[in-house]
């Protein structure tokens, strides 16, 4: 191992419009290996723009984007090769409906991971039980409240063994009394040593599980610090702003 | 008899405006229906006119039911095909699919039929020939001739092509239907564009448009009267044989409307029950 380890990510000067908007103008990022950053900002300020950056979800304007040292082109099979190094959670869940929650987990293991039936399902029983909700393996997305999707979505990503977790505002379309499950969860992979990249509004999990905590206003990065300066010191006037808004 | 309350005998809690309403509510449309089948029934069994058109008819059936099956079957193939290639990004498979859906939609079917059976057919043919007599300078390959190709070929192809347009457009509604979310959630996966299409899209897109896909299987039963036109002998054509040597027209025509409502019947049921069976998600 080297004494400075490689970063997970790095990102160069991102930018990507939306036509005249430009949603993302210049950013660049370096995740280490095994840390947590999470990042925070008003609707609109480019952040998960940038996370769907990293898996090729939105294609860049500009810029370059490295993922544990290769660097992120047009090329198909080395998108799909890193989408499958990548877990992403979203915010809507976007569990399969016609499959159950089993078969939503054994899916692309078997499909791109190319692992046997029986090797996929014991990952799947796995990572369900590392969730908490080894009990609905057999039931369908529909029959299961919004807090426990969730938890079948992030094991759905954990059963590809993922180097970089994306969480993409993961508890935004969630109940109040469901967030913490998943706040949980999170927090105990966090502790695990997995890479993550979190956009949320969550300031109790940037204070508690992030290594680093980046502000993006106007698809530029404001401020970027431990989470205790930032929330107790920020230099910016605009994320004092911010957080006196949020945090009352 | 007429001038006694209707309520002379009421039943306990009943009043006139609920034996109305309770009448009212009752599938009228049904009950004429069935009391017509059996009239139509009870003649084809004691009427010697009508079992001999029911016999005549008859011989029509299998070649009916052969040529909305098979014509149907294509006809989904294509739509699949054509739905992949309407919300392909490739923009040879988007424009050649748009094409195909917009040249069948602005052209009549029987047009269309007439057109494949006697333009297509015999420009095929021609091409196969001279295609043989390139390879073989001889003329030993270039014996094709258009008798080679049975009008029931043409026209069960003719069908598939023109439904096929109809239904690409079902499929690429349907595909359209589900959330951009899913198709994000498997490609993040890291699946391909075919695999997120064949294991997450399509077995909802299809679930979805089953009731259209059976709505037009209905269609193509009473479209498959057309092959009538190119002279393949359905229930149709059977009928216009019949009539045109016998000059017997209102029981041809009783029986050959009697056979198709009761073959739709049977199909709109059987649609109907397989799409509650495949209509939701396991449970």
Not at chain 1, 84 to 96: I, P, T, Y
Not at chain 1, 177 to 190: F, G, P, R, T
Request: hydrophobic content about 50%; aromatic content about 8%.
């Amino acid at each position: 191992m080297d004494a400075t380890p490689q970063p997970m990510i790095v990102i160069k000067n991102l930018t990507k419009h939306f036509g005249r908007v430009k949603a993302v103008d210049g950013v660049s990022l370096t995740v280490e290996a095994g840390k947590v950053m999470v990042i925070i900002g008003p609707s609109g300020s480019g952040k998960s723009t940038v996370l769907r950056c990293i898996n090729h979800l939105e294609v860049p304007t500009g810029g370059e984007i490295w993922v544990d040292g290769i660097k992120l082109t047009h090329n198909r099979k080395d998108i799909n090769a890193i989408r499958a190094e990548v877990g992403m959670v979203f915010q809507q869940f976007n569990l399969f409906p016609h499959l159950t929650a089993l078969e939503n987990i054994t899916l692309a293991q078997r499909t791109v991971r190319k692992r046997s039936e029986a090797d996929a399902r014991r990952i799947a029983l796995q990572q369900l039980e590392r969730v908490g909700i080894p009990e609905k393996a057999d039931v369908y997305p529909g029959q299961l409240s919004g807090g426990q999707q969730q938890r079948v979505a992030i094991a759905r990503a954990l059963a590809m063994n993922p180097k970089i977790m994306l969480f993409d505002e993961p508890t935004s379309a969630l109940d109040p009394e469901m967030i913490k499950e998943v706040l949980d969860v999170m927090q105990d992979l966090a502790r695990s040593g997995m890479t993550m990249v979190v956009v949320t509004h969550e300031m109790g999990f940037a204070k508690n599980a992030a290594d680093e905590v980046v502000f993006m206003d106007h698809g530029v990065i404001v401020e970027r610090c431990a989470p205790d300066e930032f929330f107790d010191n920020p230099r910016e006037a605009r994320t004092r702003q911010f957080l006196s808004q949020i945090l009352r | 008899m007429a001038s006694e309350p209707a309520h002379a005998t009421p039943a306990p809690g009943t009043s006139q405006a609920q034996v109305l309403g309770r009448l009212s509510r009752l599938p009228w449309w049904l009950i004429l229906m069935l009391l017509a089948g059996v009239f139509l029934t009870y003649q084809i069994v004691n009427d010697d006119l009508y079992s001999f058109i029911f016999g005549k008819l008859r011989q029509g059936i299998l070649t009916t039911v052969l040529v909305t099956v098979v014509a149907y079957l294509f006809a989904v193939l294509l739509g699949l095909i054509g739905g992949l290639g309407r919300v392909s990004k490739n923009p040879v498979l988007y424009n050649l699919a748009t094409l195909y859906v917009q040249i069948i939609r602005g052209v009549p079917i029987l047009v269309q039929i007439f057109y494949f059976a006697f333009v297509l057919v015999p420009a095929l043919v021609g091409l196969l020939n001279w295609v043989g007599g390139l390879v073989d300078p001889q003329g030993a390959l270039a014996t094709f001739s258009n008798q080679d190709v049975p009008m029931i070929v043409r026209v069960v192809v003719a069908l598939a092509f023109a439904y096929g347009g109809f239904e690409a457009e079902t499929f690429r509604a349907g595909i359209e239907s589900i959330g951009k979310g899913q198709m994000e959630a498997a490609r993040s996966l890291g699946m391909s564009y075919v695999q997120a299409m064949r294991y997450v899209i399509l077995p909802q897109a299809i679930r979805r448009i089953l009731p259209p896909l059976g709505n037009d299987f209905v269609s193509m039963l009473k479209d498959s009267s057309l092959v009538s036109v190119l002279g393949v002998r359905d229930i149709t054509q059977e009928a216009r044989l019949y009539m045109a040597a016998s000059f017997i027209y209102p029981p041809t025509l009783n029986m050959l409307a009697f056979l198709y409502l009761s073959m739709t019947l049977i199909l709109s049921l059987a649609v109907k029950w397989i799409e509650t069976r495949m209509g939701r998600y396991g449970h």
